[in-house]
């Protein structure tokens, strides 16, 4: 498998229309149970502006789109990332790994102390696939640093969810 890491440039329709499927693709499966039926996480305009603003790294593997992750400056300073994608079928082969080490040595070029994500939870029952990255994401080196209810970061998509959930914003110093 070659396998390449690199920034978007193009933005064509076709390729936001890829992109974008494969994001609620992924994020449907892993989020099943945190959502009404039929929200996707994200959409084409969203897509077209985070390629736009020159955030979404794209790997592909033997040239076909494997995954994705989004990189951004916070105000605050940290960097962060999100978006983080493997595609079902280019599973366990270690693009989850290398795009986020893309992030973050994308963040450490930039002079970022630290790098942030957010983990959404289920409040009251856990969710296996928030275990495997709560563990895998302390593995790498992130740790928690707080908790935050869903509804004070978004709530106009509160009414989204199929149950009360929560951010837990995890911090690894770069
Ligand atoms: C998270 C995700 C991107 C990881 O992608 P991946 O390419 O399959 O992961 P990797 O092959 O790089 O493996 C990542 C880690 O999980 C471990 N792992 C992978 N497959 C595994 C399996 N079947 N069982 C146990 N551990 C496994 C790897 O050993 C690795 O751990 P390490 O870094 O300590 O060695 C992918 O699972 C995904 O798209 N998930 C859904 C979207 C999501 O929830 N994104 C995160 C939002 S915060």
């Given at each position: 498998m070659a396998l390449e890491i690199s920034f978007a440039r193009q933005a064509d329709a076709a390729f936001v229309a890829d992109v974008t499927a494969l994001i609620n693709r992924v994020y449907a499966d892993a989020e099943k149970g945190l959502w009404q039926p039929d929200t996707q996480r994200t959409d084409e305009p969203e897509v077209a502006a985070v390629i736009a603003a020159g955030e979404l790294a794209v790997a592909?593997?033997?040239?076909?789109?494997?995954?994705?992750?989004r990189v951004q400056r916070l105000p605050t300073g940290?960097?962060?990332f999100g978006m983080l994608v493997a595609s079902p079928t280019h599973r366990g082969l270690g693009i989850?790994?290398?795009l986020v080490a893309f992030a973050e040595t994308w963040a450490r070029q930039q002079g970022m102390p630290t790098m942030q994500l957010e983990l959404l939870v289920p409040r009251e029952w856990t969710h296996p696939v928030k275990d495997f990255l709560r563990e895998w994401y302390?593995?790498?080196?992130?740790?928690?640093i707080r908790r935050d209810p869903f509804e004070d970061a978004y709530p106009h998509l509160q009414p989204r969810l199929a149950t009360p959930c929560d951010f837990v914003v995890y911090h690894k110093p770069l």
């Open positions: 592909r593997s033997d040239g076909d789109l494997a995954g994705t992750v940290e960097g962060e989850g790994r290398d302390t593995r790498i080196g992130y740790h928690p």
